[in-house]
């Protein structure tokens, strides 16, 4: 089993849609977790960053963990073509070392 | 706003050969970690770096990559003898660290060719 499966997509949808991704995980240990934007060839941009369980919201960006679950989901309200990139989502259990294990990613595809 | 910088944008170079690629992190952070991500796959960690020492390695990186923070704001990932199947992207990140001060922020990262 994978430490982390993300569903690679891709995931096309019309503008100003609601889109869930979602990771799931199988290490206990991690507790922190990000949400990290990529554009082609270019490097992850953070999005969303949290600690253990529960909701974060930022905008038109909403944030879950459940660590009961090992299950994380990102959701994006009013979807925008400028939103169409590859969503990564990524953990790590903390501690000196901190690394981050990352899921596949999800390429989205917002349509006009 | 504070950024990771990374040179070059891009690299190529003969197999066998030594690269050193070049990061400057976010200057008030204190944690400096390398990943890459070859085309197509997830973004992988190679290793990460705090006080001046290695804190943790994967085991990709091994005696052929070594780090350096020769000054106070650059950090490097140096690659003794390319091999072909070190083509890939490589991405500088840094954190502040502490409690709450975990979040990694990335560079734009080098594309390193292999021939």
């Known amino acids: 089993q994978k430490e982390v499966e993300q569903d690679p997509g891709p995931l096309s949808v019309p503008e100003g849609a609601i889109v869930s991704l979602n990771c799931t995980y199988s290490n206990s240990a991690f507790q922190y977790f990000m949400w990290y934007r990529q554009y082609s060839r270019k490097g992850p941009e953070l999005l969303m960053y949290?600690?253990?369980?529960g909701n974060k919201e930022d905008g038109r960006f909403t944030a879950q963990v459940d660590k009961s679950s090992k299950y994380i989901s990102l959701f994006i309200r009013d979807s925008q073509p400028s939103d169409s990139a590859t969503y990564l989502c990524?953990?790590?259990?903390?501690?000196?070392?901190?690394?981050?294990?990352f899921g596949t990613g999800t390429q989205l595809k917002v349509e006009l | 706003e504070p950024e990771v910088t990374q040179t070059p944008s891009h690299q190529v170079t003969q197999m066998g050969q030594e690269v050193i690629l070049r990061c400057v992190p976010i200057s008030n952070h204190l944690y400096f970690y390398w990943y890459r991500q070859i085309l197509g796959q997830k973004v992988e960690f190679l290793v990460s770096f705090y006080n001046n020492e290695i804190s943790e390695k994967s085991e990709i990186f091994d005696d052929q990559f070594s780090v350096e923070r020769p000054d106070g704001s650059n950090f490097t990932l140096k690659i003794r003898s390319t091999k072909l199947e070190d083509s890939a992207m490589y991405f500088c990140?840094?954190?502040?660290?502490?409690?709450?001060?975990?979040?990694?922020?990335f560079g734009p990262g080098t594309r390193l060719l292999v021939l």
């Open positions: 990140a840094s954190s502040r660290g502490g409690i709450g001060e975990e979040t990694q922020y």
């Open positions: 990524a953990m790590s259990a903390g501690g000196g070392g901190n690394k981050l294990t």
């Open positions: 949290t600690y253990s369980s």
